[in-house]
């Protein structure tokens, strides 16, 4: 059975965030997954890179560099509990899926500080060792998200721009970056501003997507796909 | 004299960003600026969107709506008060300077979180009125930060694309959405990868920006500044 890591991002089990997570864990189990899910509000998971991060001593008390010393300490086993935990349901992934409301055209801040403290160089990355031949190659990563604007003023000419120019950072700029293959995202759009019935037919095609998840040819990350 | 806002994420004080920090100080300081600071690892701000947000009862206590519940406060006078606090600065300034390492394409977590946090609907912005009519009108911004990648990495046709194409969600998606004049960002390549001389000149051009940097226009914040 293929290993899934659902990293979410909303406080309210009720929402419709709270809702597609249900459905993904449903669906993949269902197909015979074994799912996980980082439940980031829940577990009061920490955005802020310091040097708690780091267990013991530092490599250079004089002058702290949070990206030398998490890959020091990485490389030593010296990275604080919660960050290993999160490598470890990484490194088994074969299919990160990440869910969240979209936040000023990202992911919440504490979605935000998953990445910048678990995804530390010597685990995720290190250079040459990066985009194609990043450290976390053959695996697959999905954004799945809600946002607060409509699709129209998220389509090329409307007001807020092609939402795909807000995906390249998320994409390409971490997840490519680490020799992560993306899927198409799964987006949601305007979800508090239509019926409950819209919102349920939202919840179906994420199930019914789903279901053939894995016979999906991941996107082709370059900036032709973003701005063209 | 002018006001200005730097909002600072930066672990380091013997770091460029703390020295690129100092220098905007005390340069603005000296053409009779008053200029505070909000040094957010210092700080501790907390980046995560909790209920903590909210003093008193909820809007819906059925239903966590962060957006609407943060809405709601803010127009009771509702707000926790370290954002209070951020919201009085940033109402008060003429001009946000936000300096930072870049991580991961974008702001670092804690500095993503101020954003989440602090610019809340009815004080940042009040559908229609957003863009243009944001409710930051008359404020100009200026993003300053440090990256890892190379200027040439960061080129158009560069491995990590035109540097512009992640300034999108950023620039446009938060501040020109709050109505916010967005000048020409300032960015030191690779400081890490440079000698010590080369790090003083950064410091130095930087210095020799602010002396004229009330007399420069905002950049005509349209997708063609970013992805022509």
Redesign the interface.
Known sequence: GRKVLIVYAH??P??LNGSLKRVAVEELSKQGCSVTVSDL?AM?FE?????NDIVGCLHNS??????VETWEAYKRGGLSNDLIEEQKKVQEADLLIFQFPL????M???M??W???V?VQGFAHEFPNC?DSGLLKNKLALFSFTT?GSEEMYAKGG????IR??L???Q???MH?CGVKVLAPHICFAP?YVSEEKRKEMLVAWAQRLKTLWKEEPINCS?EW??K
Chains 1, 2 share one sequence.
């Open positions: 406080q309210e009720k929402s509000y009061q955005p802020r890179a310091t040097r004089e002058e702290f560099n949070y990206g936040y000023w055209f990202s919440p801040a504490i935000k500080g990445m910048d403290r995804l985009y607060g007001i807020s721009g092609d120019y807000l390249w950072p998320m390409h700029g971490i970056f508090e900036p973003y701005f």
